[in-house]
């Protein structure tokens, strides 16, 4: 079975030097009309040439674009589609981290491309290979307000976001995506809807062409659902291990008929996790994946921008640490 490491996800925004600073000066600047869409772009586009960078010295073998452009996970995409206004914030999740809320008041549609021209700057800057991360329908419309009749309940806003973020899928596939992730932390606050993520991920998975598809859970704990997770058409369950530490040995006793991506390494705790007992608990469990033909992944427990940058830096290159590990043992 090959094991690669990955990232999954965000990255900070800021750091240490004055350059690592940029992007939080030029937006204070453009907000205050003093800097304009060009030296936005350009601070972004370096912040994220910076995260890349930070990526390939840890020796990661698949890498995002560390989400630097996104404000937050909801209102990036939400915001770019027709029919959908962005509100005032909400907390996001258990973090102290905060979402602005989408209000929806007409038909769903996609109106432009969402991350593709993201992926392709990422993908143009970068020797290894991308990553293309997408919030998945279901959270984005549990995170979104229903306004002046739009849809019949939550459901049908949920087929809605499917069919415009098929069509990013589609678009990111063709443009050369081999892996895309899909984040559906919403589903373990509502596990009664998990048929309803079924028929959206299936209608994703439609418009996929050669890539594979991995769903994300975050932000809670897996473990009730994980029967059920094996039967979605995805090709790799990624899952937080971090928040049950029962979690893997009922992993490691029931077995995975999908690759996995191994959450092991806390992405909002900034102790380091021990590389040898973390190693031996994904040698565990990747002794009962049986999808041999997919690789599974060594990644943290969901994106790194809660950490400081120099912990989150730290946490990348443990990833290695772990996988020189497992190597050793095989």
């Known amino acids: 079975m090959q094991i690669l490491t990955a990232s999954a996800g965000s990255y900070p925004r800021i750091g240490e030097t004055s350059e690592l600073a940029q992007l939080r000066r030029t937006i204070a600047a453009w907000e205050r009309k003093e800097a304009g869409e ?21 020796g990661l073998d698949l890498v995002t674009d560390g989400q630097i452009r996104w404000y937050d996970p909801v209102s990036h995409l939400a915001g770019k589609l027709a029919g959908v206004e962005i509100n005032g914030l909400l907390r996001l999740f258990d973090t102290n981290f905060y979402f602005r809320q989408p209000v929806v008041r007409g ?29 998945g329908p279901y959270t984005l419309a549990r995170s979104s307000i229903l306004s002046n009749g739009a849809y019949n309940g939550a459901e049908a806003l949920v087929e809605a976001y499917t069919q415009a973020l098929a069509l990013e899928i589609e678009a990111l596939a063709q443009a050369g995506a081999e892996l895309i992730q899909i984040d559906e932390p919403a589903i373990l606050k509502q596990p009664g809807d998990l048929p309803v993520l079924e028929r959206a991920l299936a209608a994703l998975a439609a418009r996929k062409g050669q890539a594979r598809l991995a769903l994300h859970l975050s932000f809670g704990d897996p473990q009730p659902l994980y029967d059920r997770l094996q039967k979605l058409p995805v090709d790799i369950l990624s899952l937080d291990f971090t928040y049950n530490p029962e979690f893997a040995d009922y992993v490691a006793a029931t077995g995975s008929e999908k690759a996995l991506g191994l959450g092991l390494v806390d992405a909002r705790n900034t102790r380091l996790e021990d590389a040898a007992a973390a190693a031996a608990q994904a040698e565990r469990l990747l002794a009962k994946v049986k999808a041999d033909a997919d690789p599974c992944y060594l990644t943290t427990s969901c994106g790194l921008e809660f950490l400081p940058r120099d912990r989150a830096r730290a946490k990348l290159k443990l990833l290695t640490q772990l996988r020189s590990h497992l190597k050793g043992s095989r």
Do not use: G
């Open 38 to 58: 060009a030296e936005l772009r350009a601070a972004e586009d370096a912040l994220v040439r910076a995260a890349l960078a930070d990526q390939l010295d840890a």
């Open 107 to 135: 038909a769903v549609k996609r109106r432009e491309a969402m991350i593709l021209s993201e992926y392709e700057f990422a993908r143009a800057n970068c020797a290894k290979p991308v990553k293309p991360v997408l919030t």
